[in-house]
């Protein structure tokens, strides 16, 4: 019985073994759900490329898509709600198509998507509700089409936008009052860049905030050569906004209204020399207020509005919303008045802070700016540094001088001056009085009635008596033979009788 038990052991793995290998009974995988003419990879369902002209049927399978590539494709129409399967959509990837409308409908339970890539397409208007359920849309590229016309709440419902790009477009003029619906709040880039915009209110471009300046892009339009708008943007240019520094040799304007006439903007000022200063600075954008604080210190920003407004929010340096209670970090507080307060500020809190106003009295979303510099406090010098040294100096003198005066020196020193000061004999430095007895006797020999006569040291005889016609009354030098050069007062002095009055009158020359 037990080689029967172990034989049927073995059929049984045997049959184990042989059934998975029966394609019929295998388990489905992943793959199964990848519509054929895509290729999936994990979270990414990429058909980009396959020269498709309406989207694949069996798309809705692929449920866990969260990137959806169909570019470089011959797409020409997109069908409603053909996304409501893909609740976990993220980025969807059209670009390179031939759409030409995109219709009502369009993105319908698109809630979670981020990225929408429209670019390079035919699409040549942008209706009200095109673009709708696209509430948390953050970028949207919509560049290289053929958009000449943007409906005046095209982009109504885009209230998380960041970043628009609506270059090379054929687009004749754009809303930037209230942007056509869009909000500013979170909006960081607007490219309108290579179009036809000929139209350009200078008082609107002024009141934008400064984190969207700083990512306006209007280079390569029919700019036209208005000394308001050409202030404005010099003005952008000597602030550093990389919207305009880093293209600044794209910007152009038409002098003569005719499109052969271009100008560069920032090359060619020529134009603008007749523009009057007043003229061209009224009505543009206000300074921004300059604000030094220290490390530590308290801060409060008002934001000031031409009329009471509703809403009120911050933009922080950091491009941090700022709405009440305040921050993330809780070190910005935002109060109920719309008023900005920062407790104890750090380094971080440096840059421009930027007040958003809106309200029915309100022309238009006013926009006020603060450029806070934040600066460590330096060290207060030490008020009693000088005087304390000072008195130490002069206390040291006195100590040196009373020690000179009073404190005789040590025996053993006293001694050992003493012996060395007699001992050694130390060289006298010759006297005036002595090179003059040596050049003397150069000049001058021993009387030949006295040879004998010898010169010692304190007896010299010197012969300085030319003749008298040469000596004009001048005093004449005579040494005794008993003068000691090393008691120079004995010296007598002999004047000439010739003329004793010039002695006086010329002074003593010893010569």
């Keep these: 019985m037990a080689w029967l038990m172990r034989l049927g052991a073995l059929l049984c793995t045997l049959r184990v073994g042989l059934g998975s290998l029966d394609p019929e009974v295998s388990v489905p995988s992943a793959a199964h759900n990848c519509p054929q003419e895509c290729v999936c990879a994990a979270d990414l369902l990429s058909c980009a490329g396959r020269g498709l002209q309406d989207v694949p049927p069996t798309l809705p399978a692929a449920v866990t898509a969260g990137e959806l590539d169909l570019s470089h494709n011959a797409l020409q129409r997109l069908h409603p709600g053909w996304l409501t399967p893909l609740s976990r959509l993220r980025t969807l990837r059209l670009g390179h198509n031939e759409l030409k409308a995109l219709g009502r409908g ?16 035919g699409l040549r208007v942008l209706g009200r509700h095109d673009l709708d359920g696209l509430a948390a849309l953050e970028k949207l590229f919509l560049f290289n089409n053929r958009l000449a016309h943007l409906d005046q709440h095209a982009f109504q419902g885009l209230s998380a936008l960041h970043r628009l790009y609506l270059g090379c477009n054929e687009l004749a003029s754009f809303s930037f009052d209230h942007l056509h619906g869009l909000g500013v709040t ?6 309108l860049s290579s179009n036809r915009l000929g139209r350009i209110p200078v008082t609107d471009l002024a009141t934008l905030p400064a984190f969207l300046k700083n990512g306006l892009y209007l280079h390569n339009n029919p700019l036209p050569c208005d000394c308001r708008l050409y202030h404005l943007l010099q003005r952008w240019q000597q602030r550093g906004l990389s919207a305009v520094t880093d293209f600044a040799r794209e910007y152009i304007c038409l002098a003569f209204k005719v499109p052969t006439s271009r100008v560069r903007f920032f090359e060619h000022s020529r134009v603008f020399e007749n523009c009057s200063e007043t003229l061209a600075r009224a009505s543009l954008e206000q300074p921004e207020e300059q604000l030094q604080v220290q490390v530590g210190g308290s801060l409060r920003l008002h934001c000031n509005t031409s009329a009471p407004a509703r809403h009120v929010a911050w933009v922080s340096p950091q491009e941090e919303l700022l709405v009440a209670p305040g921050s993330r970090n809780g070190s910005i507080a935002v109060l109920a008045d719309g008023s900005l307060a920062i407790r104890s500020v750090q380094p971080w809190h440096q840059g421009v802070f930027v007040c958003l106003a809106t309200g029915p009295r309100l022309h238009h979303n006013e926009t006020h700016e603060y450029n806070v510099s934040v600066h460590f406090p330096h060290p207060e010098p030490e008020a009693f540094s000088t005087s304390y040294t000072t008195l130490l100096g002069c206390a040291v003198g006195l100590v040196l001088v009373l020690l ?30 002595q090179e003059l007895s040596a050049q003397s006797s150069v000049l001058s020999t021993t009387p030949p009635d006295a040879p ?7 007896k010299h005889v010197v012969f300085l008596e030319p003749d008298r016609r040469g000596l004009n009354g001048r005093v004449q030098l005579a040494v005794a033979e008993d003068f000691d050069l090393y008691n120079p007062m004995g010296l007598r002095l002999k004047a000439g009788s010739e003329s004793t009055s010039s002695t006086v009158s010329e002074g003593l020359v010893i010569t």
């Design 404 to 433: 000179y005066l009073f404190a005789p020196p040590c025996p053993g020193c006293h001694r050992c001056c003493h012996r060395t000061c007699r001992c050694r004999r130390w060289p006298r430095a010759s006297s005036p009085l």
């Design 452 to 458: 004998s006569r010898k010169a010692s040291v304190h």
């Design 186 to 191: 979170h909006l960081r880039t607007l490219d």
């Design 106 to 121: 369009v993105f319908t339970n698109a809630s979670g998507l981020r990225l929408l890539d429209l670019s390079s397409n």
